[in-house]
């Protein structure tokens, strides 16, 4: 991981960063709900905070609003430290997850309410409303109420709350939680087109790795209070630095084994659960003996009828389970060794005359670039 994806506490900042959070901790009680915490948000980046309930995304996102307080560390904003500022002396807004638009007023109302409260003039309101709305193609729609449009309809309007009080940081809460699947994937590349068309940072908290895989330029793994991991999604998914960020983004199959040839160019790794060795064609930095974690992306494992000719890389096993997804083809493996595997296999390799089917004996191998080396 690059030295600025996550900063040392007291050090100086980044000419790129324009959020910046510093050996931030919040306690409740008895409970440490995040756990110094240090990391920086370039401008205009969306940056994602991903992690299962209960990990501290949504009290960091919390604190960066100004609805919690750190119990230590700083918070900056384009070089100001805003830590104890109250929530509406910070140039920053936060979309929530249920919305929170008004029943009783119509769509425009509730997209102006923010610049009434701050004493805005009613002509400078209209135009920045209207303004708003069309850029979320809203317009046609502000004399209704919320319970006349549909969830990504309050959505959006939601959002043109957000950005019509020109905030220089949009948090958003969980965004897409409230649409169902079909509509939340094609919002989320309209909402992410919005936000680069404003140019305005964004920090989004989700559960949801599809969402932020996404969306987000970067994204940080959180557990425990803790950033585990920070980068882009590709390198996040590419290559994961532990097993839990490696199960955690996508799917993946775990061998446990030991290295038993360590090479500069190359490793071997010997499973309990394997018949074959693994062959790895790279060097790795934990040592001969040591236990490790491999990890295999299902769609880098390939199922055949026929017996591999190479001495590693490949299992023997029966399809537990076929699923047809459309583009891909879904296997469950059981191996010999009694440990199932998953493999996707593109819906364009096979045809369902010629797919191996339920019960067949099969063959699952791999490349030797496509195995992770994590630490045990």
Same mark, same amino acid.
């Given at each position: 991981?690059?030295?600025?994806?996550?900063?040392?506490?007291?050090?100086?900042?980044?000419?790129?960063?324009?959020?910046?959070?510093?050996?931030?901790?919040?306690?409740?009680?008895?409970?440490?709900?995040?756990?110094?915490?240090?990391?920086?948000?370039?401008?205009?980046?969306?940056?994602?905070l991903l992690g299962s309930s209960g990990c501290g995304k949504s009290t960091l996102l919390r604190m960066l609003a100004g609805f919690e307080e750190p119990t230590s560390g700083r918070i900056y904003?384009?070089?100001?430290?805003?830590?104890?500022?109250?929530?509406?002396?910070?140039?920053?807004?936060?979309?929530?997850?249920?919305?929170?638009?008004?029943?009783?007023?119509?769509?425009?109302?509730?997209?102006?309410?923010?610049?009434?409260?701050?004493?805005? $003039?009613?002509?400078?309101?209209? *135009?920045?409303?209207?303004? +708003?709305?069309? !850029?979320?193609?809203?317009? &046609?729609? %502000?004399?209704?109420?919320?319970?006349?449009?549909?969830?990504?309809?309050?959505?959006?309007?939601?959002?043109?709350?957000?950005?019509?009080?020109?905030?220089?940081?949009?948090?958003?809460?969980?965004?897409?939680?409230?649409?169902?699947?079909?509509?939340?994937?094609?919002?989320?590349?309209?909402?992410?087109?919005?936000?680069?068309?404003?140019?305005?940072?964004?920090?989004?908290?989700?559960?949801?790795?599809?969402?932020?895989?996404?969306?987000?330029?970067?994204?940080?793994?959180?557990?425990?209070?803790?950033?585990?991991?920070?980068?882009?999604?590709?390198?996040?998914?590419?290559?994961?630095?532990?097993?839990?960020?490696?199960?955690?983004?996508?799917?993946?199959?775990?061998?446990?084994?030991?290295?038993?040839?360590?090479? $500069?160019?190359?490793?071997?790794? *010997?499973?309990?659960?394997? +018949?074959?060795? !693994?062959?790895?064609?790279? &060097?790795? %930095?934990?040592?001969?003996?040591?236990?490790?974690h491999v990890s295999i992306r299902p769609e880098n494992i390939r199922v055949q009828r026929e017996q591999p000719e190479l001495d590693y890389?490949?299992?023997?096993?029966?399809?537990?389970?076929?699923?047809?997804?459309?583009?891909?083809?879904?296997?469950?493996?059981?191996?010999?060794?009694?440990?199932?595997?998953?493999?996707?296999?593109?819906?364009?390799?096979?045809?369902?005359?010629?797919?191996?089917?339920?019960?067949?004996?099969?063959?699952?191998?791999?490349?030797?670039?496509?195995?992770?080396?994590?630490?045990?």
């Amino acid at each position: 991981m690059s030295d600025d994806l996550l900063m040392a506490p007291t050090g100086s900042a980044h000419p790129d960063d324009f959020v910046r959070i510093a050996d931030v901790v919040k306690i409740f009680g008895d409970t440490v709900a995040v756990q110094s915490v240090s990391l920086s948000v370039r401008r205009q980046e969306i940056f994602a905070l991903l992690g299962s309930s209960g990990c501290g995304k949504s009290t960091l996102l919390r604190m960066l609003a100004g609805f919690e307080e750190p119990t230590s560390g700083r918070i900056y904003l384009d070089n100001e430290d805003i830590t104890a500022l109250p929530p509406y002396r910070r140039p920053v807004n936060m979309m929530f997850q249920s919305y929170a638009l008004f029943p009783h007023m119509t769509v425009e109302s509730n997209v102006a309410f923010g610049l009434k409260q701050e004493g805005v $003039p009613a002509n400078e309101i209209h *135009e920045r409303v209207f303004e +708003a709305l069309d !850029l979320v193609q809203m317009a &046609g729609y %502000s004399r209704r109420k919320p319970q006349q449009l549909s969830g990504g309809q309050q959505q959006r309007v939601a959002l043109a709350r957000s950005l019509v009080k020109r905030p220089k940081l949009l948090l958003l809460d969980e965004p897409m939680s409230a649409l169902d699947k079909q509509i939340r994937q094609k919002t989320q590349i309209e909402l992410t087109r919005i936000l680069e068309q404003v140019g305005v940072t964004c920090i989004m908290v989700t559960h949801d790795q599809e969402e932020a895989m996404t969306m987000a330029d970067r994204l940080a793994v959180m557990s425990e209070g803790q950033i585990v991991q920070c980068g882009s999604p590709q390198e996040v998914y590419t290559f994961p630095n532990c097993r839990f960020v490696a199960g955690f983004i996508g799917s993946t199959n775990f061998f446990d084994g030991v290295i038993s040839v360590d090479e $500069p160019d190359h490793v071997l790794i *010997e499973s309990d659960q394997l +018949a074959r060795p !693994l062959y790895v064609n790279h &060097g790795v %930095s934990e040592p001969l003996g040591m236990n490790v974690h491999v990890s295999i992306r299902p769609e880098n494992i390939r199922v055949q009828r026929e017996q591999p000719e190479l001495d590693y890389n490949w299992a023997h096993g029966m399809v537990n389970h076929v699923a047809w997804m459309g583009s891909y083809v879904r296997y469950q493996i059981r191996l010999d060794s009694g440990l199932v595997i998953e493999a996707s296999v593109p819906a364009l390799m096979l045809t369902q005359d010629d797919a191996p089917g339920l019960d067949e004996e099969v063959y699952a191998c791999w490349a030797s670039g496509t195995a992770t080396v994590l630490p045990s």
